[in-house]
Structures are given as C-alpha cells and as structure tokens.
C-alpha cells in the first residue's frame, strides 16, 4: 500500500501565520472592535491581528469535554462562562449519559474559568456587547473548542462574531459557519492531518509565555 503524502507546510511559525492572518482578516473585518485569542497557542497568532487592526486584545477559553474512559477523546467543549457545545452524534453512538455530560461540563468550564482569571491577572473583562469580535486560534481540527468559544461570545451579545484561523479541514470551517458570523482561514487543505503538521515550527506556548501576548495596548 502506497504511503500517503505528507500534508503541505504551510507556515513558519505561530508568528508567520499570525501575520498572513492579519492581513486577511484586515480585509474582510477591517470594523472589528475586539480580538480574543484562545490560549495558549492562540495567543501567538492573535496579537499580529490585533496590531494589524489596532484593536484590544484578550482571552476566550473553553476545555474539552472528554470521553468517559477515554478523556482524550472530545464530546464536545465548554467555556468559561459555563456555555458549552456537545457533539450529539458521538453521545448517541456511545449512549453517554446525561449526568455524566452535566458533570464534565461544570469540571470543564471551571477549568476554563481558572484560566481565564490566571490569564487576566485581575484585569475586568472586555465589553462585548454591541461589538464586532474576532476570535482567532492557531488551526481548528474538529472544532469543538472554537465552538464552545463561539457561543460564550455570542451570548456574550456581541453583534458580529468572526472566527479567523490560519489553517483548518474544509468540512470543520464549514460547519463552524453555523455558529459565527464569518469564519476567516487562510488555508483549507483537503490533506489536513492535524494543525500542527501545516507548521515547521509547532512547539508548545507555555502559560507565562501565552500571557505576554496580552500585554498590548492600541494606538490611540
């Protein structure tokens, strides 16, 4: 059997693909009020598109909902505010029950909420509502993160949410258009793999480093 080929590298860096964002996001919401980036590796790509646009950056964290038994597995992501998003099809195949669902999703969003304030350090958190809000990762794979990320904004009031990625599977962009007002992605290869393997460099961010993206201030 032939070995398939490897997916294409598409970027650098976080910070390479955080500026080839940054100019297409500047062209399709050059309106936008608010970046939030979505730690850890988010936060490398967000900052460029917050420079670009001259707009506040800071966080929307959500964690996955794992799979009993098997928490590395994805059900669904909850946020920090307590919104959440589980994939029905997976609970219905596996027959998952719904206090095990309710259980992970409160273990979850207070996981996001704990990071939420270590990230903030006591800073308030932005206004969102009436705002045009961009939410940017460094890649989506299934989703289910952005999702969860996605909804906490919305029922944050934000008028517009756009979700901005360098790079993502055609089918998961397109699903994740249900839930924003826009998905911006620089890149949609039908051999997608995992995001990291469209990065030569792909290392872990570490929280310190993460947090240091926040410290930015646009121009007045």
Not at 32 to 46: E, K, M, Q, S
Request: proline share 8%.
């Amino acid at each position: 059997m032939p070995i398939p080929p490897e997916p294409p590298i598409m970027f650098q860096n976080r910070h390479d693909a955080g500026r080839q964002l940054a100019d297409l996001v500047a062209e399709r919401v050059p309106d936008a009020d608010l970046v939030l980036g979505i730690p850890r590796g988010g936060l490398p790509v967000a900052r460029p598109v917050a420079e670009r646009l001259n707009v506040p950056l800071d966080i929307v964290a959500a964690k996955k909902m794992g799979m009993p038994g098997n928490p590395e597995l994805a059900i669904g992501a909850a946020a920090s505010d307590g919104s959440a998003w589980v994939d029905d099809d997976v609970v219905e195949r596996y027959d998952i029950e719904s206090e095990y669902l309710e259980t992970e999703r409160k273990r979850a969003a207070e996981t996001a909420r704990e990071k939420t304030e270590t990230y903030r350090d006591g800073r308030s958190a932005p206004e969102m509502a009436g705002e045009t809000v961009v939410i940017v990762d460094d890649g989506v794979a299934t989703g289910a993160t952005a999702r969860a990320c996605l909804r906490q904004v919305t029922d944050a009031d934000a008028e517009r949410v756009v979700l901005a990625v360098p790079v993502g599977p055609p089918e998961s962009l397109a699903d994740l258009a249900s839930e924003a007002d826009e998905v911006v992605a620089v890149e949609e290869p039908e051999r997608f793999g995992a995001v990291g393997a469209h990065y030569r460099e792909f290392g872990q961010v570490s929280d310190e480093e993460a947090a240091d993206y926040l410290d930015w201030e646009p121009a007045e």
